[in-house]
């Protein structure tokens, strides 16, 4: 996918890898929508009155307001080449069993429902313009694997931002590009998402001072998603020191299943990839029939 001169999206852009991201963005040529729920953040990119840039209020765990941003976004661009689903927090730090629940509430508000609302909203659109576009969903080194504890409901949230950004890829057409952004450490503001906690998830947590410090720059990492959204890489990854996650995960998976289960055992017959492939068909038949005949008539 070429990056020149497009139209794009980027949620949670006004710090730390969205606004990275922006600024690249815009070198490059391309008209920029920026959307944030940090009124004081966005309030300081619009200052720099860019010509290409646009910013947007918007909470992306209310549907409402995606909706609003997309409408805003139509008007302001005419449509979306490039989306970044980037718009993430952090959660307090704390064993499992000890997180609280309204926190892990609010995780998946933002990291989950928010890439979720974007999805729905954002990708019919982008489907119907029929032209090549691509969608990025910021996921995490949290979503292929568990790199430390204390962070239970986020590492979940991430995980299961992977098995909707692997759906969407599987369920669209060649010309809709997916990919899922997995950095580990980067040096940004997340840390501070936790002073901002709703009330009604249980309201502000301080943040040590100095958290949040540590890692490659958010300008590395955008650097990263750049190529892989070139490269038209489903995983994109920004951390080399991730591979021996990877690698432990995947062997400990392979040898657990070559020891409890025979290649003979008869399960091919009943793979659901082939099963629900087929069905994916199907309906998605069914669905264009019924959008040709809501046109014709
Ligand atoms: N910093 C890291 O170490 C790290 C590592 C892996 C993945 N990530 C992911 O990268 C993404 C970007 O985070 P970052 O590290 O640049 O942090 P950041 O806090 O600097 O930027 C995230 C932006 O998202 C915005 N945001 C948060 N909730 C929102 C909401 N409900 N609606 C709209 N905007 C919202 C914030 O206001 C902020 O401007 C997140 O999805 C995060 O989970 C970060």
Request: charge should be negative; aromatic fraction near 8%; charged fraction near 15%.
């Amino acid at each position: 996918m070429d990056i020149t001169d497009k139209r794009v999206l980027i949620t949670g852009g006004a710090s730390g890898i969205g606004w990275a991201l922006a600024e690249r963005l815009l070198a490059a040529g391309c008209r920029v929508m920026i959307c944030d729920f940090n009124e004081q953040a966005l309030d300081e990119t619009a200052k720099l009155n860019l010509p290409d840039l646009a910013v947007c209020f918007c909470d992306v765990s209310d549907r409402s307001q995606v909706e609003r941003l997309a409408e805003d976004t139509w008007q302001a661009l005419g449509g979306v080449d490039l989306l970044f689903a980037n718009a993430g927090v952090g959660v307090p730090l704390s064993p499992l069993l000890q997180q609280e629940d309204d926190h892990a509430r609010w995780v998946f508000e933002v990291n989950f429902f928010g890439a979720w609302n974007t999805i729905q909203v954002f990708a019919p659109r982008m489907l119907s313009q029929g032209t090549p576009c691509h969608f990025t969903v910021t996921g995490s080194e949290n979503s292929i694997c568990v790199p430390a504890p204390l962070l239970g409901a986020y590492n979940a949230s991430k995980h299961a931002v992977l098995g909707l950004t692997e759906t969407l890829d599987i369920e669209t057409p060649e010309f809709f590009g997916v990919s899922i952004l997995c950095p580990a450490l980067v040096a940004t503001n997340i840390a501070a998402s936790l002073t901002r906690i709703p009330e009604s998830y249980g309201g502000p947590v301080a943040v040590p001072a100095g958290a949040g410090g540590r890692g490659f720059t958010p300008e590395q990492v955008a650097d990263s998603a750049l190529a892989g959204v070139q490269a038209g890489d489903f995983y994109i990854f920004s951390h080399h020191c991730n591979t021996s996650m990877i690698e432990s995960r995947m062997n400990q998976q392979l040898a657990t299943i070559g020891r409890q289960t025979s290649a003979d055992d008869g399960s091919d017959i009943i793979d659901t990839g082939p099963m629900l492939g087929g069905l994916f068909k199907q309906l998605s038949a069914c669905n264009m029939d019924q959008a040709k005949a809501d046109s014709d008539g």
